[in-house]
């Protein structure tokens, strides 16, 4: 099983990935109905936690969690944000495919569209095994993942332009690019992310180029692994304000419950 580190370039400077994401909060609102919600008695495990985007938040509420990665370089940086917090939070780095925690919890949750890492069924089986494993029966495991639409694979192949981002230190822009070819048999798109750094006159003084690969799941396809892997869907949603899923969807927001164990 390919580590999930061999297809981490994006994730290869964590202090510009935060400068990128952090301002990203809608999911948080949603967690921590849920965390109020369940009887974790504050455990809360995250997986895939990166620099702790979902973490600390939850954990400054007064929950205990866990947060989980695999990218040495992303736990260090979450650890040194709550480092001066006096939160409760374990950082561990392991793989999701391959979890031993030693603990169990009645919410599981994976964000950030992380889910799309695991590009083999092989290690989408692991991953959700895992949680299984690490979930009380009857806990709920929370997770989201881009809408395969027709829209969201076919883009263009060549350098489009995708968004602008402005360094809240230096106040300099960066206009990203993107660049994707998606592979049929494979359900996978192949992203390369291209960032042009420009001055305060708009002259590019820098240039980065990333390459990550993602897969695509199709909700009946969904419904069938997750089946397997001992979990009911009990919601599906197209967005964090529980928006039912349509044609026209981004993005889907599962919510599933454990049922059985598996072996």
């Known amino acids: 099983m390919e580590s999930i580190n061999a297809n981490s370039e994006e994730y290869d400077d ?22 109020s919600a369940s009887k974790t008695e504050g455990l809360i495990i995250d997986l895939a936690c990166g620099t702790g985007r979902a973490t600390i938040p939850l ?8 947060g989980v990665d695999i990218h040495k370089g992303m736990l260090d940086e979450a650890k040194r944000k709550s480092s001066n917090l006096n939160l409760q939070i374990d950082w561990v780095e392991q793989d999701c495919t391959r979890l031993n925690l030693n603990v169990k919890s009645n919410l599981i949750f994976s964000v950030g569209n992380s889910f799309q890492h695991f590009l083999t069924n092989e290690a989408q089986d692991g991953l959700l095994s895992s949680v299984n494993k690490h979930l009380e029966l009857g806990g709920v495991f929370i997770f989201d993942t881009r809408f395969p639409s027709t ?4 883009q263009p192949v ?25 592979d049929s048999l494979s359900q996978i798109q192949h992203y390369t992310t291209i960032r042009k750094f ?7 003084i820098d240039e980065q180029r990333t390459n990550i690969r ?5 909700p009946k396809e969904m419904e069938r692994i997750l089946l397997d892997n ?4 009990v919601n599906i949603f197209k967005d964090w304000n529980e928006t039912p899923i349509t044609n026209d969807s981004y993005g889907m927001i599962y919510v599933c419950k454990k049922t059985r164990n598996i072996k």
């Open 14 to 35: 964590p202090i510009l990935y935060d400068k990128e994401n952090e301002p990203y909060i809608e999911d948080l609102s949603y967690l921590l109905k849920w965390a």
């Open 151 to 154: 829209e969201e694979l076919l």
């Open 198 to 204: 420009l001055n305060k006159e708009g002259k590019i």
């Open 230 to 233: 001992g979990f009911e869907i």
């Open 158 to 182: 060549t350098e489009e332009y995708w968004k602008k981002n402005v360094d809240k230190d230096t106040q300099n822009k960066v206009d990203v690019y993107t660049i994707s070819t998606y």
């Open 214 to 218: 993602l897969r695509y799941v199709f």
């Open 59 to 66: 954990a400054s509420k007064g929950y205990k969690l866990i």
